[in-house]
């Protein structure tokens, strides 16, 4: 290949990344300074292939040369958080698989055929490619919010003290606290209310007053407890409230709060029935089961705040 | 072992700017501008140089313009008005950062 026709497809390759209307200008420029280099290189004597290459490679890979044309564009994911985004991404996919390989393996067989590989096949083509619409939709909201902060980033606020204090994990703010005691305490009263329907609105058509019979056994037994648990997390609420803050104190007493209500929740379920209709009561169970998983989240995540002090380091 | 090479090049990459806006006082293109550099001892990688133009350009600190002497169309860079004032300033940044490094190079030979 003769070197004139090497730095025309160098050019052609550099000019092929940068917007359409700057490629001629650029990709005319370019090709004169490489030609004009390169007999800068050779002296005298007359340009070879080799000598061309050389060139060619000490000035960069095209997509690179035209990365540097380019002015600096935005981030999409900072450094900083593109492991946090892979490892949200990754599992996201992977607990979407693992629900639906549940779900496909123990569905009932459909007649002949329905062998193991099958119904791999049918959940690859559906549930095990679809499951990445969560790292898709991550990117997509990643792209609109980069686009948003470059389009802002002249009215950036300003780090100030006051948004440095935001940085205290420990704070909390009184009003946002007292909106969820009482947002608690309306739940509460929503439950006992739920409890008491057929006392207290026996109008109420047959079937919904039905489904809201609690067990006998399960409210002699079971339901005084919540009563304790109640009464211990608001009182631990109280403290926060007043204090303002978290302490360390608050952090563990939170701890054992949640893990006792995990054990209460799960012993709920696993004793015997709450509700006497049979629907009413599984439907009662997996919410159970579904705030028990969320007590054991908050516990892990107050329990790692605990531990996440800096370390000395050894001397 | 050290990047001597490496940790050397961003230096030069900090002062890059200063360098290339303290030739287009008189209009240049791109080859000679690169030849200027070199011969006054700050070598440009062409890589680097010939896209920068356009950036700086872009930014409305040089201004171009195409020309046909003694040979093809070549595109030539000067300083834009905006870019004489940057470079008046960088110049004396650059003054009073090169007294503290050399009085704080020079604490170092003491």
Known sequence: MNPDALIESYVAEVVRHLPRKQRTDVGYELRSLLTEELRGRVGDSAPDTAATLDLLASFGRPAEVADRYRPAGFTIIRPADAPRFAWISLVGVAVQWVITLIATYTAPATGAGDDWLSRLGTWWLSAGLGAFWWPGLLVSLSIVAAVITARRDGDAPDWTPRAASMLDRDHISRPLYVLAIAGALVGIAALVAAINLAEWWPGLPQPLLDAFVIDADFLATRAPWALVLWAATFASMIAVLVAGRWTRTTRLLAIVGNALWVVLLVWWVAAGPIFVQPYADSVTKGCLLLVAAICVLDLVLTARHLRHGIPEPAV | ?110
Do not use: C, F
């Open chain 2, 1 to 110: 072992m050290v990047a001597i090479a490496k940790h050397e090049q961003d230096l030069r990459k900090g002062v890059l700017v200063l360098a290339v806006l303290s030739q287009l006082r008189d209009e240049q293109y791109g080859y000679s501008l690169r030849q200027a550099l070199a011969k006054r001892g700050m070598p440009i990688e062409e890589g680097t140089l010939y896209p920068l133009l356009r950036r700086l350009e872009a930014q409305g600190l040089l201004a171009s313009q195409w020309k046909a002497e003694n040979g093809p169309p070549r595109r030539y860079y000067a300083l834009s008005a905006t870019g004489a004032e940057l470079y008046r300033e960088l110049s004396e940044s650059w003054a009073s950062l090169a007294t503290v490094m050399s009085e704080l190079l020079e604490g170092e030979k003491r």
